[in-house]
């Protein structure tokens, strides 16, 4: 429910319908939902024309065999649950979509492609002759073009579940997905150990499944916060400037969260809700 309100609401641009347009201008949505009792999960990854991601994630999970259903078949399932077929694009994302077709197609995801496309917009195919030329260390897309809403929940009993919703990558290259919908990269929950979720750059994150990674740094019983830096510390070898955060929350109640230090990017907001607390509370972490 938590992360159906934020499609609902189009939080931050990020999650839901009208934001993130891929190439073609269209919106597409990835999500997942994981049950840390029975460790099943569901997801949806590039779902077409349905505005409720992760309702139709928790459908796959109750009604199929399956754990990840993509694309146009997966809208398919999704109106097959009752869920309306509807249009994702708004006023607003075909003014992101147009401007950024008036900006040269800047920035993008292609690379060792002709026409240069750190110059010009495609279509793009291989070049006859390849020079793989190293890949520039510093991204080019901006902090606030790639976030999702990821959720760790700790029932009463000490169950834990988690999910994702988001929109993906603006201007992505049609067919992407990213870490949100993959289970271990965009969410783990695990009732024995605790849960955890990523945002930020779901290419580079997705390779290091940040999210199972810090689930059994906590099973080995790693603080939260230790266990999120970890997992942090780990990509950085790789990927220094990566943009990207991660939140932690064991079966005892315990949480913490840490992020990659990056020009415009040192906090990572987040928000907390416990029986501990009067109502839910923002909380901020130093990037590192």
């Known amino acids: 429910r938590g992360c159906g309100q934020c499609e609902i609401d189009q939080c931050d641009g990020s999650v839901g319908y009208g934001g993130s347009p891929d190439e073609s201008g269209e ?9 840390g ?27 199929t065999k399956h754990t990840l259903l993509v694309g146009e078949s997966a809208s398919l399932f999704a109106v097959r649950m009752g869920f309306p077929y509807e249009d994702l ?42 020079t793989c030329k190293e890949e520039q260390t510093i991204s080019q897309r901006s902090v606030h073009n790639h976030d999702t809403i990821g959720m760790i929940v700790i029932g009463e009993s000490g169950t834990v579940a988690s999910g994702t919703s988001t929109n993906g990558a603006a201007h992505k290259i049609p067919g992407r997905v990213g870490d949100s ?19 930020g750059d779901g290419d580079i994150m997705m390779r290091f499944l940040p999210s199972y990674q810090a689930v059994e740094y906590m099973r080995m019983g790693t603080d939260p916060t230790v266990a999120c830096q970890k997992v942090i510390s780990r990509i950085q070898k790789y990927a220094p400037k990566f943009f990207g955060a ?29 029986p501990s607390l009067n109502q839910p509370t923002e909380q901020v972490v130093e990037c590192i």
Request: hydrophobic share 35%.
């Open 246 to 274: 991660v939140i932690c929350a064991n079966t005892t109640g315990s949480y913490g969260a840490a992020c990659n230090k990056i020009p415009g990017f040192t906090q990572f907001h987040f928000m907390v809700s416990s």
């Open 181 to 199: 919908p993959i289970a271990g990269a965009g969410s783990y929950a695990d009732s024995t150990a605790g849960g955890a979720a990523a945002t």
């Open 89 to 130: 694009t708004t006023q607003k994302s075909l003014s992101v979509y147009s401007k950024w077709l008036n900006q040269s197609c800047q920035p993008n995801y292609w690379k060792n492609v002709v026409p240069d496309s750190s110059k010009s917009c495609g279509p793009y195919k291989r070049p006859e002759k390849v």
């Open 27 to 35: 919106t597409t949505l990835d999500a997942m939902i994981m049950d």
């Open 37 to 63: 009792n029975t460790m099943d999960v569901g997801a949806v990854a590039d779902l077409r024309h349905i505005k409720n991601a992760i309702g139709v994630a928790r459908k796959v999970m109750e009604y």
